[in-house]
Nanobody
Framework: QVQLGESGGGLVQAGGSLRLSCAAS????????MAWFRQAPGKEREFVTG????????VYADSVKGRFTISRNNARNTVYLQMSSLKPEDTAVYYC?????????????????WGQGTQVTVSS
């Protein structure tokens, strides 16, 4: 079993930056594809970005491309989401997810393990 715990959320002004962390425990995730999803109030959960364990291939949603960067530190069993040029529409609960498949899927059903989420609020 893999347990995931997100941290780093908070309140930031538009144009600002935040770095989210997702710490894994219970098993090394060096051979897991890791992803970030988000869910805004009244909206469905959506894919933000993911990173494969093979070659570090990354995939981004068009809405965050060029502003967000996903990275992983296998030695720390941690995945990061660096968010810059934040917009009010980025406000959501951000969730970390993991799956043993090698490809980065955009569907939530493709991931077996989920964290509890961390709130990100961007004020205008």
């Amino acid at each position: 079993q893999v347990q995931l715990g997100e941290s780093g959320g908070g309140l930031v002004q538009a144009g600002g930056s935040l770095r989210l962390s997702c710490a894994a425990s219970g098993r090394t995730v060096s051979r897991y594809t890791m992803a970030w999803f988000r869910q805004a109030p009244g909206k469905e959960r959506e894919f933000v970005t993911g990173i494969s364990w093979i070659g570090g291939t990354t995939v981004y949603a068009d809405s965050v491309k060029g502003r967000f960067t996903i990275s992983r530190n296998n030695a720390r069993n941690t995945v990061y989401l660096q968010m810059s040029s934040l917009k009010p529409e980025d406000t959501a609960v951000y969730y970390c997810a993991a799956d043993s498949k090698s490809n980065v899927g955009r569907g939530g059903s493709e991931y077996d393990y989920w964290g509890q989420g961390t709130q990100v609020t961007v004020s205008s």
